[in-house]
């Protein structure tokens, strides 16, 4: 479950350099719950009395000298990092409109969405009462990965992240729902960065039916999955043999859907034998071959981000 750390009494005030060196020396990005070993180092960040005037003053400064590339977004700022990790500050701030405007506030600030996380990450309150936050586990062996899919999911606990407080979230494992607070709060992250995150998928659910509701496009194993599914719209025949080495050789499957979905349409496209899918309908991962029996069937699915239709081909045998 997402573990709440136990910190030491007396934690005094630590700055950006100098959490930023210990993480260096202690994180291990193979071993994720390495980062708990700077929960302590973490709160005594989040208590550094400069540490968002300072972060806030240099992005400013940044842009003012014509520095377009600021890590800044209207919810968080990156604060700096590494090549396996890097720290960031959140900003959770009450939904201040109505309609269709606080919508897109809620959906900015990923508020009421049930998730997974594709990375593990430390996590601390630092400013204000902090967000509510709804915590689930699931077991993501047992997943296919389809929109609409079933998945067993066990409530953990109902809590929020105040300031001095340090939550640990586990890689695909833990899910919450994220309730805006009731000012604004901010939270520091120590999020880690393995090669194989670049490669594992990421889930919203719906935790009252108990099934996946969709997956978040900008996760970044689906923005390459993407690209695929973009050349088979814009590409020809020219494209086909990129395709058919993605299809074949790359490691990850959702670019392999992709690629397969692409080719198929690009031989419907030059009013080719669209046999693609038939090598394909017994592969080895469910998620391929509901894929490739989808297309045999002549269904047509939108980039491999959405299989639902495609379960009950596969479940069928």
Not at 103 to 113: D, P
Not at 188 to 212: C, W
Not at 236 to 244: N, Q, S, T, Y
Request: glycine share 6%; net charge negative.
């Amino acid at each position: 479950m997402a573990i709440t750390a136990q910190l030491s009494s007396g934690i005094a005030p630590l700055g950006l350099e100098e959490f930023i060196a210990l993480a260096r020396n202690q994180v291990d990005v193979n071993e994720p719950e390495s980062a708990l070993q700077l929960a302590d180092a973490l709160a005594g960040l989040a208590l550094h009395p400069h540490l968002m005037r300072d972060a806030i003053q240099k992005q400013v400064r940044a842009f003012l000298q014509g520095n377009r590339q600021v890590s800044y977004t209207p919810q968080s700022i990156i604060l700096g990092g590494s090549e396996s990790f890097y720290v960031r500050a959140n900003i959770w701030t009450p939904p201040r409109l109505a309609g269709a405007i606080r919508e897109q506030e809620e959906r900015i600030f990923s508020y009421n969405l049930a998730h997974d996380h594709n990375f593990a990450f430390l996590t601390a309150g630092c400013f204000g009462s902090g967000y509510r936050t709804e915590i689930f586990d699931y077991d993501p062996t047992q997943v296919v990965g389809y929109v609409g899919e079933r998945v067993e999911l066990t409530h953990l606990e109902d809590t929020t992240l105040p300031k001095g407080k340090v939550m640990f979230y586990r890689e695909r494992r833990d899910i919450h729902i994220q309730h805006a607070p009731a000012e604004l709060s901010i939270s520091l992250n120590l999020m880690l960065l393995s090669p194989r995150s670049q490669h594992t998928e990421q889930y919203f659910f719906d935790t009252a039916k108990g099934v996946i509701s969709g997956i978040p496009e900008a996760a970044y194993v689906y923005r390459r999955a993407s690209l695929a599914a973009l050349l088979g719209a814009v590409g020809d025949e020219h494209a086909l043999p990129v395709l058919h080495g993605l299809l074949d050789e790359h490691c990850n499957r959702r670019v392999r859907v992709s690629a397969l979905q692409a080719i198929h349409q690009l031989q419907q496209r030059a009013n080719q034998r669209c046999d693609i899918a038939e090598r394909f309908v017994d592969d080895g991962d469910p998620l391929m071959a509901m894929a490739a029996r989808s297309l045999h069937d002549g269904a047509v699915l939108d980039a491999g981000l959405d299989l639902a239709s495609a379960a009950d081909l596969y479940k069928r045998d």
